[in-house]
């Protein structure tokens, strides 16, 4: 059975950052990047299986079942099941400095960051955020990013959906009892490019929250 990958035209966004938030894809696509196309999944498997000390059996099922089909929904690669080889694909979204440079973090640590910062409504907190001396209200907050003029309900989604992920990623610091909302000195933002991205990051309209 062949996998036809999504057009990149219209992956979303969302889905790229989903793909990128794991270090196992992350090395997937740095190794086809050093590889003459197709890859073999086993070659794959077999260095992912060497970079963390795991068996290669166990490695190529998550890769098969769970990485590559995640890496093709979003439209960063093709591959065929019959053949087991991966091509990668180019992506408009690597026009974007912050995705690209996610894409060449190496490890697990930044793995909860990048995951956090899949939805559109978490990066325009951490941008409000950036650059702050003190906390901010999250009340303040919900009104200046909820351009469709209901406070409350976006004050409701960021104290039950998005401050949650974005405290567990150490992005920011939420105090329920004052309702006051930080950033924290995360090292995904060392780089000055990462930084400015987020500057530009557009204000979401608030609609379906989406986790």
Same mark, same amino acid.
């Given at each position: ?17 989903? /793909? @990128? &938030? =794991?270090?196992? #894809? !992350?090395?997937?696509?740095?190794? +086809?990047?050093? $590889?003459?196309? *197709? ?46 080889t991966v091509t990668s694909r180019a992506h408009d979204a690597f026009e ?19 995951? /956090? @910062? &899949? =939805?559109?409504? #978490? !990066?325009?907190?951490?941008?409000? +955020?950036?650059? $702050?001396?003190? *906390? ?44 006051t909302v930080a950033a924290l000195d995360h090292p995904l933002f060392d ?21």
């Open positions: 059975m062949t996998h036809d990958a999504a057009d990149p035209s219209t992956s979303t966004q969302y889905e790229v950052y989903r /793909a @990128l &938030a =794991h270090h196992r #894809r !992350r090395r997937i696509l740095a190794l +086809l990047e050093e $590889r003459s196309p *197709p890859a073999r999944v086993d070659d794959l498997a077999a260095r992912l299986a060497r970079d963390a000390g795991d068996t290669q059996a166990d490695v190529y099922l998550e890769v098969v079942h769970v990485h590559l089909p995640i890496l093709q929904e979003a439209g960063l690669l093709e591959w065929t099941r019959e053949s087991r974007d400095p912050d995705l690209e440079d996610y894409r060449d973090l190496v490890g697990p640590d930044w793995d909860d960051a990048i995951a /956090a @910062l &899949a =939805h559109p409504v #978490r !990066r325009a907190v951490v941008s409000r +955020l950036d650059g $702050r001396t003190g *906390p901010l209200e999250g009340r303040t907050l919900a009104a200046e990013l909820a351009e469709d003029g209901d406070v409350d309900r976006f004050l409701t989604s960021l104290h039950h959906c998005h401050l949650p992920v974005l405290v567990d990623a150490d992005l920011v610091e939420y105090d329920r009892d004052d309702g780089d000055c490019r990462l930084e400015d991205a987020l500057e530009t990051a557009p204000r979401p309209v608030f609609g379906t929250v989406r986790s």
